[in-house]
């Protein structure tokens, strides 16, 4: 089986699969000053909770952007999984071509979104990730990875307005009863749900009008279907679409 591990800022995304088919899978809290033992236990919890050894483990495929917890989470696999992981970083072969000004400051999270959406459904796409930060990725008919664009996730705008604005309350994001709220919690829902809603749809309409009216839009991340119900623009929601990607990755550079 394949051990899947998406290390991002807020998360930490693992999945297990058996073949193509994915069977257990975990979203944690990303914990920064977790040690190389830590993390190692945990693996090894997780597989316990799925009624799995160690030695089922075939490989394990890692994309992180959190710099400082990669060569920790590298470490954990080799100590306590004996498995020397494969990280996503330039030189690996994933099929897609890059076509950012830098290559290297595309994240190992949005390559993977990118790989597995030109294998599961087809270029041209825009991916649109909910995590930490709201990202969008365009993906040409080529299978090339052009580009994208980034802003704030809408966990953290929601800790943003709590942090900054004295008188606003923290929030869940959740719908509120309507789009004009009568009180301030159901105004900050409107403005967080319903402003990245139109976001979105406005962003989309951007995409389609340079990658063309066949473009397939593709939702994944934490807050994917939260925000996918309220709006007709995407396509697919994929919450793990970021695992399915290390999977395929894995594959080719497996032959």
Request: one cysteine or more; a negative charge; aromatic letters at 6%.
């Amino acid at each position: 089986m394949l051990l899947a591990i998406d290390v991002g800022n807020t998360n930490l995304t693992l999945g297990l699969y058996d073949g193509e088919t994915l069977g257990s899978h975990w979203r944690l809290a990303t914990d920064h000053a977790r040690m190389p033992d830590e993390y190692g236990l945990q693996f090894l919890g997780l597989l316990q909770q799925a009624n799995r050894g160690m030695d089922c483990l075939t490989g394990i495929c890692l994309a992180s952007v959190v710099p400082n917890l990669t060569e920790r989470v590298v470490q954990a696999c080799k100590q306590y999984l004996h498995i020397d992981p494969l990280v996503v970083d330039v030189g690996i072969k994933t099929g897609v071509r890059i076509l950012y000004d830098d290559p290297h400051a595309v994240g190992a999270d949005r390559v993977a979104d990118a790989v597995a959406v030109l294998h599961l459904y087809g270029g041209p796409a825009c991916v649109v990730d909910f995590g930490t930060a709201t990202t969008f990725n365009a993906i040409t008919a080529e299978g090339e990875y052009l580009g994208g664009a980034i802003t704030a996730g809408i966990n953290l705008a929601a800790a943003a307005l709590f942090q900054h604005a004295a008188k606003l309350p923290p929030v869940s994001i959740a719908r509120p009863p309507s789009v004009i709220g009568r009180n301030t919690v159901h105004a900050m829902q409107s403005g967080l749900l319903f402003g990245y809603v139109a976001m979105v749809e406005g962003m989309v309409s951007r995409f389609r009008a340079e990658l063309g009216p066949e473009m397939k839009v593709v939702a994944t991340g934490g807050l994917a279907e939260v925000i996918a119900r309220e709006t007709d623009v995407v396509q697919v929601i994929a919450p793990w679409l970021t695992l399915d990607g290390l999977r395929i990755i894995w594959e080719l550079n497996s032959r």
